[in-house]
């Protein structure tokens, strides 16, 4: 009996007070405690102005991590480009996260808030009082770190190499670039191999989504706002909309000079030229040759015509729609891109000699830096006489 009402005393009066002090601190918490990232839409940047070469990858490593942090958070986010003059607007609320350098962020730690180090040696800050962002970020971050997904991104963003170097040396390699994956999606679009498109992509941006030409052409296929514009594409940073905008570009050169040429091979090189150069200028060519009489229906019967088109006299004439023209970056610019679709091609599929050796490597196992593959301060543009 003693014991059957010492149990009644535990369970109505003990248990519940216990509940009360295990039960309502955490309860509190939950209530008090505010959500992270209320907003309805974030804007993020990577301030890159004089502190890329102190970040280990391309720029495109955190633009595609923040990307899958805003899909994890389920937000809509801006992500663009600036400077270190962006942590001020942390403060009032215009900017919710600044990627830089992790060691510039251990000197703003008494008003900011750092994320983990990410594995190109930058972080992510934001103000101060987000304590709640800051727990969800490393979080996240920590979780993402050990995937085989990071780890692959990892191997990609940390590919530099010169690719005739690499197709000389009699390996082959798994991995071309960063953006493998869309460069295979996109280049049947085009009726390329991947190969070519590859091959522009490095001629244009070196893989580097941040490369910014004197003129305004922007991302990894150096694309002009008014050709973006033209396309309906907004977010050139973005590496998909950058590559689509490009190959649907690629796709109406194509249209526009097939009755032009001899062949699938004289329309890519007419398309090349056209992409450099602007389609007026290729038209030009071929309606100088036809005005002389002369053949236009290969790359190379244009080749020997341009020459004849650096006279001042067709400053003058009519039936040119741009007229004089130099042609020299052009014609040097698709002898390089012929070059660079076969090196990828070799490092890709092996050497096509017969008897030589072709051996498997991994990708993310050479990581050496080359003098071929700098960033480049601007891509090379069309001439302007």
């Not at 955190?62 to 958070?73: D, I, M, P, Q």
């Not at 750092?114 to 930058?122: E, F, K, T, V, W």
């Not at 910014?212 to 998909?240: C, N, V, W, Y």
């Not at 060519?285 to 006279?311: N, Q, Y």
């Amino acid at each position: 009996m003693k014991r059957h009402r010492k149990r009644r005393i535990v369970m109505k009066y003990v248990l519940p007070s216990m509940a009360v002090i295990l039960i309502v601190p955490m309860l509190q918490r939950t209530v008090l405690r505010p959500s992270a990232f209320e907003k309805e839409s974030l804007r993020f940047v990577i301030a890159i102005d004089g502190q890329q070469n102190r970040m280990r990858y391309a720029t495109g490593y955190n633009y595609e991590t923040l990307r899958k942090f805003s899909v994890h958070l389920g937000k809509e986010t801006e992500i663009f480009l600036g400077g270190p003059e962006y942590i001020d607007s942390l403060k009032n609320g215009t900017v919710d996260l600044v990627v830089v350098p992790y060691a510039d962020s251990l000197v703003m730690m008494a008003d900011y808030m750092s994320s983990i180090p990410l594995a190109d040696s930058s972080s992510w800050i934001m103000d101060g009082g987000k304590l709640e962002e800051i727990r969800t970020i490393n979080t996240w971050l920590s979780h993402y770190f050990t995937t085989r997904e990071h780890s692959e991104a990892v191997n990609r963003f940390s590919l530099s190499y010169d690719p005739y170097r690499r197709a000389s040396s009699g390996w082959r390699y798994s991995t071309l670039s960063p953006y493998d994956e869309l460069i295979a999606r996109y280049a049947p679009q085009a009726g390329w191999d991947r190969f070519m498109l590859t091959a522009l992509v490095w001629q244009e941006s070196k893989f580097h989504i941040e490369v910014r030409s004197k003129r305004g052409a922007l991302g990894l296929m150096q694309i002009m706002p008014h050709t973006a514009s033209h396309f309906e594409s907004s977010d050139l940073l973005d590496p998909e909309e950058n590559i689509s905008t490009a190959v649907k570009l690629i796709s109406r050169l194509q249209r526009m000079f097939r009755d032009d040429a001899e062949n699938s091979e004289e329309l890519m090189k007419f398309t090349l030229a056209a992409y450099n150069a602007g389609e007026g200028r290729i038209k030009d060519c071929i309606a100088f040759a036809a005005s002389t009489g002369e053949p236009h229906r290969r790359w190379d019967d244009l080749v020997a015509v341009i020459p004849k088109m650096r006279s001042d006299s067709l400053a003058q004439s009519d039936s040119l729609r741009i007229r004089k023209f130099q042609g020299y970056e052009t014609i040097s610019y698709v002898e390089s891109m012929m070059r660079l679709q076969k090196a990828f091609r070799s490092i890709a599929l092996g050497p096509s000699s017969p008897g030589q050796p072709v051996r498997q490597k991994d990708t993310a196992a050479t990581k050496e830096p080359l003098s071929g593959d700098t960033k480049p301060d601007q891509p090379q543009e069309p001439q302007e006489d």
